[in-house]
């Protein structure tokens, strides 16, 4: 399994460690919109793992549930429509090893989870995403268009479905 890099890595460190694979940077062009040079769709670039770690099947609604506020796995887990424990906690692993949620122990001995700054960044643009296509969705179905999606229980844009 490939080595996990933080999403929030500085765009200036080029230096890897030592036994590492090269990783795979272009010249960022004038222009660009890629910060010093990291191509996402180069499989050798840390930038290639981030997006992988939080476009997983369960990453992005994991930090829509997060979003909203939930906290404790359990609350994650039931919010979270068809995961299972085991997908939940390795999906939170995962984040946590990009620095994209942190998990602290209360005084209860009970762990929570939160967003970093950088994961409510990439939670906001998720939410943007998921806007998007419950636009989408409604068109569909204002034109007449069958939607594989039925079934969600009339679910719209801003229901948080509690």
């Known amino acids: 399994m490939p080595t996990r890099m933080p999403v929030d890595v500085p765009a200036e460190s080029s230096a890897a460690p030592a036994g590492a694979p090269a990783m795979a940077r ?19 670039c840390p930038s290639y ?7 997983g099947r369960w990453a992005p609604l994991v930090l829509l549930a997060l979003a909203e506020g939930l906290t404790r796995f359990g609350e994650i887990h039931r919010r979270v429509g068809g995961s299972s ?37 990439i939670a906001c643009r998720v939410r943007d995403l998921s806007e998007a296509i419950y636009a989408h969705l409604e068109q569909r179905d204002a034109a007449g268009i069958p939607s594989a999606a039925s079934g969600c229980g009339g679910v719209r844009r801003g229901s948080s479905g509690r």
Not at 87 to 101: F, G, K
Not at 113 to 118: E, I, V
């Open 26 to 44: 272009r010249p960022a062009s004038a222009g660009s919109s890629t910060p010093a040079g990291f191509d996402v769709l180069d499989a050798n």
């Open 49 to 55: 793992a981030a997006m992988r770690d939080v476009t």
């Open 85 to 121: 424990e085991r997908m939940i906690s390795q999906t939170l692993r995962v984040l946590q090893d990009d620095a994209v949620v942190e998990r602290t122990v209360g005084e209860d001995g009970r762990p929570s989870y939160a967003l970093t700054a950088t994961g409510r960044e």
